[in-house]
């Protein structure tokens, strides 16, 4: 089948906006996939005829703070079972949480292929901040801004090259 890229990270980072930016990029579907899968929301995206899968592993609704570790274990345990990439997304105006350490604890435990970007990145000005998130032990995470479009056919570039 198509390769599947999965979009992993704490609520609120902005999964689904990166993604339906570049499904609305695409012209391409968004679509809510019942069965075992709840909630599961994929679009397909294109780069010079080739089609990858992109998966929002967050797709589970609202999260309190105390369901907050189940919420990251399924993305992950979806992201194990079904990707041949992972978009580890984290929030630059946050800064580095514990939340995105265990994340990325749990990315390394299962040997999977990161990208790692840091969203909400609106301006340029902002970009030097994501310099800590090296710590994170992915490299230099990629600097996008979902509402902003920033980035976001670097990051295409980034994703196809990876495949
Ligand atoms: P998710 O929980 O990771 O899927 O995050 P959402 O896509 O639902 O976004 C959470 C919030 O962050 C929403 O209020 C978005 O409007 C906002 N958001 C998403 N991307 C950006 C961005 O690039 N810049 C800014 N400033 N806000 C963003
Ligand atoms: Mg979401």
Redesign the pocket.
Request: charged share 30%; hydrophobic share 30%; aromatic share 0%.
């Given at each position: 089948g198509l390769p599947t890229v999965a979009i992993v990270?704490?609520?609120?980072?902005?999964?689904?906006?990166?993604?339906?930016a570049l499904a609305g990029e695409m012209i391409s579907i968004v679509e809510p996939t019942a069965g075992v899968t709840r909630d599961r929301v994929s679009t397909f995206i294109s780069r010079d005829d080739r089609y990858v899968e992109l998966i929002?592993t967050?797709?589970y609704g609202i999260v309190d703070s105390d369901q907050l570790s189940d919420h990251i274990e399924r993305q992950i345990f979806q992201a194990i079972g079904s990707a041949t990439l992972v978009i580890f997304?984290v929030?630059i105006?946050d800064g580095l949480t514990p939340l995105d350490e265990k994340i990325a604890r749990l990315l390394r435990k299962h040997a999977l292929d990161v990208i790692g970007v840091a969203?909400?990145?609106?301006s340029a000005k902002m970009f030097p901040s994501a310099g800590e998130f090296v710590r994170l032990g992915f490299g230099e995470f990629l600097c996008?801004?979902?509402?902003?479009n920033?980035n976001k056919s670097v990051l295409l570039d980034r994703i196809f090259e990876r495949l």
């Open positions: 990270g704490r609520p609120n980072v902005g999964k689904s906006s990166l993604l339906n929002d967050g797709g997304m929030d105006r969203n909400k990145a609106d996008v801004s979902a509402e902003n920033l």
